[in-house]
């Protein structure tokens, strides 16, 4: 477990963890007291790891990711930045991250 963050209002708890060899974001809800649970609400993409999680509102959750692209022999350098709402867990990003080179 890495990278925890809490919401403002101390309702949520998102770590970075590693599930099946990937990363994976896990989001916890505080009920009376404790945080209950955790349900997977981001994972790793290929070529992709999770930088960093942070609260932007007591709901909405941001997260970076790093990776490499590639165009034959070209390698670089990509980053995506990843909103989830905790509240309804959907996160509001394409389906698969595609790079664009020229």
């Given amino acids: 477990m890495e990278g925890a ?33 955790g349900k997977s609400v981001l994972g790793e993409p290929e070529h992709f790891r999770i930088g960093w999680c942070r609260f932007a509102t007591n709901t909405r959750l941001l997260c970076s990711f790093r990776g490499m692209g590639f165009n034959g022999r070209v390698v670089f350098a990509a980053t995506r930045l990843v909103g989830v709402d905790a509240e309804i867990h959907r996160a509001c990003m394409p389906p698969k991250f595609k790079f664009r080179y020229s």
């Fill in 5 to 37: 963050a809490i919401s403002p209002d101390g309702r949520y708890l998102a770590t970075i963890e590693t599930l099946a060899g990937r990363g994976a974001v896990i989001l916890r809800e505080r009920v009376n007291g404790t945080f209950q649970g």
